[in-house]
Antibody, heavy 123, light 110 residues
Framework: QVQLVESGGGVVQPGRSLRLSCAAS????????MHWVRQAPGKGLEWVASISYDGGQKYHADSVKGRLIVSRDNFQNTLYLQMNSLRVDDTAVYYC????????????????WGRGTTVIVSS | NFMLAQPHSVSGSPGKTVTISCTRSSGNIASNYVQWYQQRPGSAPTTVIYEDDQRPSGVPDRFSGSIDSSSNSASLIISGVRTEDEADYYCQSYDSSEKVFGGGTKLTVL
């Protein structure tokens, strides 16, 4: 069955960098788009980024554009979120999610979810 | 850009039917699929409805989804609500390259 395991979260100072990973198993990772979604403490879900099955299409929310960057390694079955110039309002649980399999990731959506990893940005 | 508006909270008695609405602020609700996610306290979200009205395997048929173009809204309907259904529910849709979530609705089963 689909398994998504996020890692890399922690406490980091404002302005610093962090890289999140999402290890995927139980499905054909290289043929599925992927998504990152975050949830600030006590708040709702917020889309962060999406990437197509081959990494050729990448989209980011305006709130993170230029600072948080999605990527993937289809040989390692791993999704990444490089987080640069972190801000206090980036504090959240970060979930990776599998797309149902749309070729065009613009039509895709989170379908199967990981358990999340927590990022706290604080001085 | 568009927004998805949900009621902050809804409640229902066990065995009754509860409906959660999700209204799209601009653009046609029927133009892009709507998903619904359930999030129990302390847990990750799970998909209960995808592509407007499709149910993933393992989700009880008490959960259903619909679209109403006249009100430009989607609805999640839970029939025969149970105490285990108490959770936050989020609708989600997209436009161009952007994914949008509703603000979430807290379901309380009285």
């Amino acid at each position: 069955q689909v398994q998504l395991v996020e890692s890399g979260g922690g406490v980091v100072q404002p302005g610093r960098s962090l890289r999140l990973s999402c290890a995927a198993s139980g499905f054909s990772f290289s043929t599925n788009g992927m998504h990152w979604v975050r949830q600030a403490p006590g708040k709702g879900l917020e889309w962060v980024a999406s990437i197509s099955y081959d990494g050729g299409q990448k989209y980011h929310a305006d709130s993170v554009k230029g600072r948080l960057i999605v990527s993937r390694d289809n040989f390692q079955n791993t999704l990444y979120l490089q987080m640069n110039s972190l801000r206090v309002d980036d504090t959240a649980v970060y979930y990776c999610a599998k797309d149902p399999g749309y070729v065009d990731i613009r039509s895709g959506y989170p379908h199967a979810w990981g358990r999340g990893t927590t990022v706290i940005v604080s001085s | 850009n568009f927004m998805l508006a949900q009621p902050h909270s809804v409640s229902g008695s066990p065995g009754k039917t509860v409906t959660i609405s999700c209204t799209r602020s601009s653009g046609n609700i029927a133009s892009n699929y709507v998903q619904w996610y359930q999030q129990r306290p302390g847990s990750a979200p799970t998909t209960v409805i995808y592509e407007d009205d499709q149910r993933p395997s393992g989700v009880p048929d008490r959960f259903s989804g619909s679209i109403d173009s006249s009100s430009n809204s989607a609805s999640l309907i839970i029939s025969g609500v149970r105490t285990e259904d108490e959770a936050d529910y989020y609708c989600q849709s997209y436009d161009s390259s952007e994914k949008v979530f509703g603000g979430g609705t807290k379901l309380t089963v009285l």
